[in-house]
């Protein structure tokens, strides 16, 4: 993984249909869901749990692009790629999949309304 996650999320094992086309799809963040950036990545603060979840810079980096502005995923993978120095393009859209998955799972994220 290139980033740190939420523990939580080192046990996800996305179906194969659960990842199809993730990364064709536009994502939010809930209403109840705050972000806030940090020297060293960001916390999200979700108000209707109380749960806060620490993101190292490269997830913080993903979060921000994805689902405050609205990025391309694939112009995120690439700028990932370059800001990080990482080469295996897999890695970085499997590790963006599981951001999102486990975002999702978590009930920090929903789908942009068209």
Do not use: G, Q, R, S
């Given at each position: 993984?290139?980033?740190?996650?939420?523990?939580?999320?080192?046990?996800?094992?996305p179906d194969p249909s659960e990842t199809e086309n993730i990364l064709?799809?536009?994502?939010?963040?809930r209403d109840s869901v705050v972000f806030r950036a940090e020297a060293d990545g960001a916390l999200i603060y979700n108000h209707e749990t109380g749960d806060v979840t620490p993101l190292n810079a490269t997830a913080a980096f993903i979060c921000e692009s994805l689902f405050i502005e609205n990025?391309?995923?694939e112009r995120v993978l690439e700028e990932i790629k370059k800001r990080w120095n990482v080469?295996?393009?897999?890695?970085v859209r499997s590790d963006i999949e599981k951001l999102i998955i486990g975002m999702k799972q978590l009930g920090l994220i929903e789908e942009k309304a068209s």
């Open positions: 993984m290139i980033f740190a996650p939420n523990p939580a999320w080192l046990f996800i094992h064709m799809k536009k994502y939010v963040l990025d391309d995923p080469l295996d393009e897999e890695t």
